[in-house]
């Protein structure tokens, strides 16, 4: 594998040992695939700070640490490195570890992995569990800021939140069901990807309340814990609607909406409704295509880029008043979607 950093470069912004680089260099065996393939995206990682590197500013070391299903770390990813050249006066040097699933022991692990190197801050989104507080707490204890994505961890010592506000996204969502439902009763199918990520919850706290004041005529049925992935996703939606043919609109809370879908279709159901959240690309070819009808979607780049912003506070390179505010949730729909490969600014544009 070609490259141009020491083993010891590319081990720390891995998070491995160097002798696992080694291996990995030289394609040796007793390796997982996973920690190959991290080394790999270390040595992209490297190679774009060096090019960042070139910039004037002070430099700060990141790591940005997700549980989300691949099409949504993708985005995210994009969406972060799209605002690093612009964020003064700092230079963000960022490294990912970001995983479909990690058990809250793999979190901890990699937090307190971050605490022993040094880091002049992390970006979480993780579950809302005692031990990954403790781990921010640890952290907090070395002088690294956490700022938490998406998903709070509010009872711990996260320097702040990024993201929108999860309680509103879900009582729109309730508001636009309603609208679309009108007055016949019937079945609402609400997924989450995991009890755990209190973003969620916060959502599915907002949707149920509205719905139960606004249209008591409509009966919630729960499908949650797949983590936003096909296969669970699909399982527990059909488990969970077996049996049931009233089904009058879907909220999906966390992803996996073409598994979804394939539920309802072999169930055959077609609601009249499906919400659901993020303008990543599935969901925008799911807008476009008629299968859903609206998407709940909060600006990436905005969020990461307030982030950020806390960050460079937190190391008294920002005022606090200088710190942006986090995104407001927009509802998109098949006619206000952007345009395929438009790349304007971090906005929505309607078409025409």
């Avoid at 004037?56 to 940005?64: E, N």
């Avoid at 609601?271 to 008629?290: A, K, M, W, Y």
Wanted: charge should be neutral.
């Amino acid at each position: 594998m070609p490259h141009r950093f020491l083993v010891k470069e590319i081990a720390r912004q891995a998070g491995v040992a160097p002798a696992t680089v080694d291996r990995v260099l030289h394609d040796r065996e007793h390796v997982r695939e996973h920690t190959r393939n991290r080394v790999r995206q270390a040595i992209r990682d490297l190679e774009r700070q060096e090019s960042l590197s070139a910039m004037t500013g002070r430099k700060l070391r990141i790591d940005v640490v997700v549980e989300a299903p691949t099409r949504f770390a993708v985005e995210l990813r994009a969406a972060l490195e799209a605002e690093l050249p612009g964020l003064r006066p700092a230079v963000f040097l960022p490294s990912f570890d970001m995983r479909e699933t990690m058990s809250t022991a793999q979190v901890v692990e990699a937090l307190d992995a971050i605490g022993t190197r040094g880091s002049h801050g992390v970006l979480l989104k993780a579950r809302d569990v005692p031990e990954v507080a403790d781990a921010i707490s640890r952290l907090s204890a070395r002088g690294v800021p956490v700022v938490t994505l998406f998903t709070d961890i509010p009872d711990s010592r996260r320097v702040a939140y990024a993201g929108l506000d999860n309680r509103v996204a879900g009582a729109t969502a309730a508001y636009l069901v309603g609208q679309w439902a009108g007055q016949r009763p019937g079945v609402v199918l609400l997924t989450r990807s995991d009890e755990g990520f209190r973003g969620e919850e916060q959502r599915e706290s907002g949707f149920r309340r509205v719905l139960e004041h606004r249209f008591p005529g409509l009966r919630l049925v729960d499908a949650s814990g797949g983590h936003g992935l096909d296969v669970p996703t699909e399982q527990r939606v059909r488990d969970a609607l077996s049996g049931l043919a009233d089904v009058t609109a879907v909220y999906s809370m966390g992803g996996g909406n073409l598994a979804i879908l394939r539920a309802l279709a072999t169930l055959g159901v077609r609601p009249v409704c499906f919400i659901g959240h993020d303008l990543d690309q599935e969901n925008t070819q799911l807008l476009r295509s008629g299968r859903i009808q609206a998407v709940l979607h909060h600006e990436l780049r905005q969020d990461l880029r307030s982030a950020c912003q806390h960050v460079m506070c937190f190391h008294g390179l920002l005022p606090a008043s200088s710190i942006g505010p986090c995104s407001q949730v927009v509802v998109v729909t098949p006619e206000n979607v952007p345009e395929p490969g438009w790349q304007g600014p971090p906005a929505l544009r309607p078409r025409g």
